[in-house]
C-alpha cells in the first residue's frame, strides 16, 4: 500500500456485516474474551474531533507457556537463533485465539506532531502497536529525512531507520519491511550521485521498462536492482548485530497491476525467479535475521489456485500473507462476511497445506479515494469487528497502513490529551480487548520451545 494508489486499486464492497452490535457491545468469536462496552458516544466537536471517554485498561502480556509451541522450519535454514525462536511466536499466536496489532510508519511518522511523542498509538494507548511497519521508502528518503546535524555527522538513511527499529525493538515491537521500490527502467536513466544510482523518487506505479526481466541476473538491469538492496543489507545487517529479527515483505499486492512487479507485467515464473533471487541476495551477504513474507492482494485471490499462482515456494516463504481493504464500510454491508471472510479461508487453508503462519498483512479502512475519514466514518467500531474473523482464521497479525497527516491517515489519533479523531474510543475499546495484543504485551520469545 501507498496512499498515491488507494484510489487506483479495484477492491470489492460486498454487502452485509456477520457481527450485529447490540448497546455497544461486541463479542468475541471463539472465546478470545470478554465483551468491552463503550462508553457513551462522545458528542463531535465544531471540527469534527471528540472526548477521550473511554478508559485504558491494564493488559496482560502473552504468557507463553500457553501457546502451542510448534517446531517451525524457517526458509532460511541458517536463521538465527531468535529468528527461528520468533517464527515460533508467530505460528502460537495464530494458533492461541489472539491477533497482533500492526502500523506502518508508527515510529516515524504521525498526525499529531503537536504531542511530543513518536507515535499516534502510543498518544491513545500508552503502548505502541505489537508490529511496526517500515518501507524501503524510508531508504532513499521518501519517508525518513535527515536533519542538516545528522548528514553533518555522517548518519545515513539505512542507520537512521535501523535506530528506529532499535526503539521499536526496545518497547517489545515485531519489525517489517515492505519494498516499494522504484521502477529501475527510470533509475538507470538518471545521472549517477557520487557514482550511485539515484534511487529518490516515488515511481513503483510507473509500470513500463519491463523491470522485471531486466532486474533479474543476466538482465541490464541486474545491477542496479542488487544497489538497492543493498540499502537493505546496509538496514538489515545493523538489526542482525543487534540480534533483531525482521519481517520482510518484497514485491506486495503482485496479483495486481498497481506495480511493476504485478500481475500485468511479468509472468508467474518470472515473479516466483525474482523473489527468490531477492532471498538468495540477501542471504549470500550473510543475512540471516529474515523472515520472509509474500503477501498478494485480496481483491484478485479468489481461490487457492489464485493465491498460488505466483507463490515463490516453501523454501522462500516463512509467512502466507494477504493485503484487503474494506471500501466505504457501513454496518450491515456485508464485506466482513461476503469478501474478507472468505479471503481469510483461501490464506488460512493455504498456508496450513504449505506449514506457514498466516496474517492480513495489509488491511484497513478506505473511504473514497483516501484512508480514514476525519469525520462521520459510518462504522466506527471497524477494528474491533474484524477481530473475529481474523482471529477464526488463524491469523498471526494485522496491520493498518501509515499516519501521515490529518487527510491521509488510517489510525485514529489524538489531538492533544483530551480529544482526538471520532473513532478514538472505539479504538481505545480495541485496544481493551484481551484479542488485541501491543508491543507491551509480547512476551521474551527467544525461549520459547
Request: charged share 25%; proline share 6%; net charge negative.
Amino acid at each position: 500500500m501507498y496512499r498515491n494508489w488507494k484510489s487506483m486499486r479495484k477492491r470489492a464492497a460486498g454487502a452485509g456485516l456477520l457481527l450485529a452490535l447490540a448497546g455497544g457491545v461486541l463479542p468475541l468469536a471463539g472465546g478470545a474474551g470478554q465483551p468491552v462496552c463503550l462508553a457513551a458516544a462522545a458528542k463531535p466537536d465544531k471540527d469534527g474531533y471528540v472526548a477521550r471517554t473511554e478508559a485504558i485498561q491494564p493488559q496482560k502480556p502473552v504468557d507463553l507457556s500457553q501457546l502451542k509451541a510448534v517446531d517451525v522450519e524457517t526458509a532460511d535454514p541458517q536463521a538465527t537463533p531468535r529468528t527461528k525462536a520468533l517464527a515460533r511466536y508467530l505460528r502460537g499466536i495464530a494458533d492461541s485465539g489472539m491477533i497482533l496489532y500492526g502500523h506502518q510508519n508508527d515510529m516515524s511518522r504521525k498526525v499529531a506532531k503537536n504531542i511530543p511523542t513518536d507515535s499516534d498509538t502510543y498518544d491513545i494507548t500508552g503502548d505502541y502497536p505489537a508490529i511496526i511497519g517500515m518501507d524501503g521508502l524510508a531508504l532513499t528518503g521518501n519517508e525518513l529525512e535527515l536533519t542538516e546535524g545528522e548528514r553533518k555527522a555522517g548518519v545515513t538513511l539505512p542507520a537512521k531507520l535501523a535506530q528506529i527499529a532499535r526503539r521499536a525493538d526496545r518497547h517489545g515491537a515485531i519489525v517489517t519491511m515492505s519494498c516499494h521500490m522504484p521502477n529501475f527502467d527510470r533509475v538507470a536513466k538518471r545521472p549517477k550521485i557520487d557514482g550511485s544510482y539515484d534511487y529518490r523518487g516515488y515511481s513503483p506505479n510507473v509500470t513500463d521498462g519491463d523491470v522485471v526481466r531486466r532486474i533479474l541476473p543476466g538482465g541490464d538491469l541486474n545491477p542496479v536492482f542488487t544497489g538497492y538492496l543493498d540499502l537493505i543489507v546496509d538496514f538489515d545487517r545493523r538489526l542482525q548485530e543487534d540480534d533483531i529479527p525482521l519481517l520482510f515483505r518484497p514485491f506486495h499486492e503482485n496479483t495486481g497491476s498497481w506495480f511493476w512487479w504485478g500481475a500485468g507485467h511479468c509472468t508467474p515464473q518470472q515473479f516466483r525467479q525474482l523473489f527468490q533471487y531477492t532471498e538468495e541476495y540477501l542471504q549470500g551477504k550473510g543475512l540471516h535475521n529474515i523472515l520472509y513474507v509474500y503477501s498478494p492482494g485480496g481483491g484478485e485471490t479468489k481461490s487457492e489456485g489464485d493465491y498460488g499462482l505466483t507463490y515463490p515456494g516453501n523454501r522462500a516463504v516463512d509467512i502466507c500473507g494477504l493485503d484487503m481493504y474494506h471500501r466505504d464500510p457501513e454496518r450491515g454491508d456485508g464485506f466482513l462476511q461476503d469478501e474478507m471472510d472468505p479471503a481469510l479461508a483461501i490464506v488460512e487453508r493455504f498456508a496450513k497445506a504449505h506449514h506457514k503462519t498466516a496474517a492480513l498483512t495489509e488491511g484497513g479502512i478506505l473511504c473514497g479515494n483516501s484512508a480514514l475519514a476525519k469525520k462521520h466514518n459510518k462504522d466506527k467500531d471497524w477494528f474491533r469487528e474484524v477481530m473475529p474473523f481474523l482471529i477464526k482464521h488463524h491469523m498471526a497479525w494485522f496491520m493498518t497502513w501509515s499516519n501521515f497527516d490529518e487527510t491521509n491517515f488510517d489510525q485514529p489519533y489524538m489531538v492533544d490529551a483530551a480529544r482526538g479523531h471520532e473513532m478514538v474510543n472505539e479504538f481505545i475499546a480495541f485496544y481493551n480487548e484481551p484479542a488485541s495484543i501491543f508491543a507491551s504485551q509480547n512476551p521474551d520469545y527467544r525461549n520459547f520451545h
